[in-house]
């Protein structure tokens, strides 16, 4: 798991070996980025969205600067999960996630755990408007 604010990379290819998996959240915004552009030629990439991570996610310096393109990233997390394209497929493949985050995480999270405090009876109301 990569979650720094970091402007250059910090984890380098030599480092990865196979079978290793990457979850990238830190590169939240333009020009951010952590890992080493050569490990991401080498893997399986999948992002949450591809518009976003495009402009804002672990992708985005790369893309930038040509090292990458729009055919390097293997899929969006949502055809993986509805089985339109596999995930891994071998114990030897180098795997990244680019999660730059969704409303619709932070929508589903908020209604899980509305749900569960009013299952458990804790937490107060409050009058926002």
Partial sequence: ???????????MGDWVEPGMHFNCIGADA??????????????KI???DWEQASHSGEINVPLSKGLLSKSD????????VAGKKAGRVSDREITVFVSTG????????ADLTY????????????KVV
């Fill in 73 to 80: 990233v293997w899929a969006e997390i949502g055809e993986v």
């Fill in 102 to 109: 969704l409303a619709i995480q932070d929508a589903v999270t």
């Fill in 30 to 43: 333009p020009g951010k980025e952590e890992l080493d552009p050569s490990i991401l030629k080498r893997a």
């Fill in 46 to 48: 999948v992002v949450d």
């Fill in 1 to 11: 798991m990569t979650a720094t604010p970091s402007r250059a990379p910090i984890v």
């Fill in 115 to 126: 749900r569960r405090a009013l299952e458990r009876g804790i937490g107060r109301k409050v």
